[in-house]
């Protein structure tokens, strides 16, 4: 019962994202406004941490199986995209150094902040 409970304020939080993004006119997807929604939650302590934290966890730990239907669109779709499968392995690999680049320079950036805060 923990985990449905748990799982209900996620999918809560989520449906509150799908209606901003229907009521903003912006190119943002209805997650990241749910995301943000949670992190505010959690960050301001409106949403105690362990009231999701084991949903989350379980979440997280079934996170490659969502890619398995995005696998298959693309199996599905390669008809299309065999004239520039070239182009998208680039796209892909270039993205991907990108944002692991950017991600590793902020968590550097935020770790010196807060041990610069402690001591």
């Known amino acids: 019962m923990k985990y449905l409970k748990q799982f209900f304020i996620i999918l809560a939080i989520s449906c509150v ?9 912006l190119p943002i997807p209805a997650g990241i406004y749910g995301i943000v929604i949670l992190f ?3 960050v301001t302590k409106i ?4 009231s999701v934290k084991d949903a ?6 079934i996170m490659p199986v969502m890619f398995i239907p995005a696998a298959v669109g693309l199996i599905e779709s390669w ?5 520039s499968w070239i182009q998208y392995c680039v796209i892909t690999v270039v993205t991907t150094i ?3 680049a950017v991600a590793g320079l902020v968590t550097q950036a935020v770790a010196r ?6 001591e």
């Open 17 to 25: 994202g799908e209606l901003i993004s229907h009521m903003i006119p």
């Open 40 to 42: 505010a939650g959690l």
């Open 98 to 100: 990108v944002v692991m």
């Open 79 to 83: 008809g299309l995209i065999r004239a």
């Open 113 to 118: 902040k807060g041990g610069s805060k402690n």
């Open 47 to 50: 949403i105690p941490y362990e």
């Open 56 to 61: 989350g966890h379980f979440l997280v730990e």
